[in-house]
């Protein structure tokens, strides 16, 4: 059986992180749920966590440098931000986010199917090498 890929989602809303835990976990990913970016922290190093994808509102204090941090980790994880309205102000050329994907509006088997692509597609990219020297 493959090893599960680990999915840390980091949002302070809490309908959005039970919601895509859920789904996430159906599709056979290992999501771990963080109310904000100090407890995704604490999280990654209580636990030693290698992370896969991080997805994560932008618009919560400190969520560019988390995503820097684990994309200059060994295992390059891949960044999927939530974007809403108060996250406007990053564009995607300047920003430590891969994708930028909105936030559903109602939780449906389309919206579920539409996350669960995202995240396989990273998945993807992150098989491929991120930074070459």
Same mark, same amino acid.
């Given at each position: 059986?493959? #090893?599960?890929?680990?999915?840390?989602?980091? +949002?302070? /809303?809490?309908?959005?992180?039970?919601? =895509?835990? $859920?789904?996430?976990?159906?599709?056979?990913?290992?999501? *771990?749920?963080?109310?904000?970016?100090?407890?995704?922290?604490? =999280?990654? #190093?209580?636990?030693?966590?290698?992370?896969?994808?991080?997805?994560?509102?932008?618009? *919560?204090?400190?969520?560019?440098?988390?995503?820097?941090?684990?994309?200059?980790?060994?295992?390059?994880?891949?960044?999927?931000?939530?974007?809403?309205?108060?996250?406007?102000?990053?564009?995607?050329?300047? +920003?430590? $986010? /891969?994708? $930028?994907?909105?936030?559903?509006?109602? !939780? +449906?088997?389309?919206?579920? #199917? !539409?996350?669960?692509? +995202?995240?396989?597609?990273? =998945? #993807?990219?992150?098989?491929?090498?991120?930074?070459? $020297?």
């Amino acid at each position: 059986m493959p #090893e599960k890929k680990v999915v840390l989602i980091v +949002s302070n /809303d809490l309908g959005f992180l039970c919601w =895509l835990g $859920f789904t996430l976990g159906m599709a056979g990913h290992r999501a *771990l749920p963080a109310k904000g970016v100090a407890e995704a922290e604490r =999280l990654l #190093e209580d636990f030693n966590l290698q992370v896969d994808v991080l997805i994560i509102d932008p618009a *919560l204090e400190g969520a560019g440098a988390l995503a820097q941090t684990l994309r200059w980790s060994p295992n390059q994880t891949r960044t999927i931000a939530v974007a809403t309205g108060k996250s406007a102000g990053f564009s995607p050329l300047s +920003s430590p $986010f /891969d994708v $930028f994907k909105a936030l559903p509006e109602q !939780s +449906s088997a389309q919206a579920a #199917e !539409s996350w669960i692509q +995202s995240v396989e597609a990273q =998945l #993807e990219a992150n098989l491929k090498p991120v930074f070459t $020297f």
